[in-house]
């Protein structure tokens, strides 16, 4: 069992990592290995538009170092996604990893998309954002549960939206941190 996290806070000891840590620590707890993708500090680009993954599908044609993570998206069990909120929406980071995943998104005859990513396996979010209210963002929240998971047929274990970071940070919630190692055990356990 593989459970895979991307990470796309730029603060590698910030909210969003304590909280995908804690998800990665309760999948391992749980008997599965893990790997994380610290979107930040890899050499990646951005979509390039080159629609050559519209022919040759599950397959994107900018190799970096995001690649190989693109891949294991296909063979892992479990994926987390995780990202703090910029400017009212996702933070860029998540927004070029989630462009990326067109690729795994074949396009179906008569229109709209199939998946490239097997049947079975399971997704959780971590969101972080300063403002107090859980319900603000919700269609930010909404499109990247959406695009990054159920839209690629993963069914979801659960999510953590952190609000209030400047209050009340993550590291420090001892009730948030155990909410999401029984997240990551759920990315596992059938
Ligand atoms: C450039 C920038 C823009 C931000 N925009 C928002 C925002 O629109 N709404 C919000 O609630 N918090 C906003 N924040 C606060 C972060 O979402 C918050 O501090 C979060 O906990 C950071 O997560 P991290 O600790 O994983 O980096 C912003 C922070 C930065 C640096």
Redesign the pocket.
Same mark, same amino acid.
């Given at each position: 069992m593989h459970v895979l996290a991307i990470n796309a $806070?730029p603060?590698k000891n910030?909210?969003? $990592?304590a909280l995908i840590h804690a998800m990665l620590d309760g999948a391992r707890a749980a008997g599965a290995e893990t790997s994380e993708a610290h979107l930040h500090t890899l050499n990646m680009k951005g979509c390039m538009g080159c629609l050559s993954c519209r022919t040759k599908h599950g397959v994107c044609a900018q190799k970096d170092e995001l690649s190989p993570f693109l891949e294991a998206i296909k063979t892992c069990d479990g994926l987390i996604l995780g990202c703090?909120?910029?400017?009212?929406r996702v933070c860029g980071q998540m927004k070029l990893f989630i462009d990326r995943c067109y690729s795994l998104y074949p396009p179906k005859e008569g229109g709209g998309y199939l998946t490239a990513v097997p049947a079975g396996k399971r997704f959780a979010l971590v969101v972080?954002?300063?403002?107090p209210g859980v319900e603000q963002y919700e269609r930010s929240i909404r499109w990247l549960a959406g695009m990054g998971g159920s839209g690629l047929g993963l069914k979801e274990a659960g999510r953590i939206i952190h609000a209030d $970071?400047?209050q009340s940070p993550a590291a420090k919630n001892e009730a948030l941190l155990g909410e999401a190692r029984a997240i990551g055990r759920r990315l596992i356990t059938r």
């Open positions: $806070s603060r910030g909210n969003t $990592s703090p909120i910029y400017m009212y972080s954002q300063g403002a $970071s400047h």
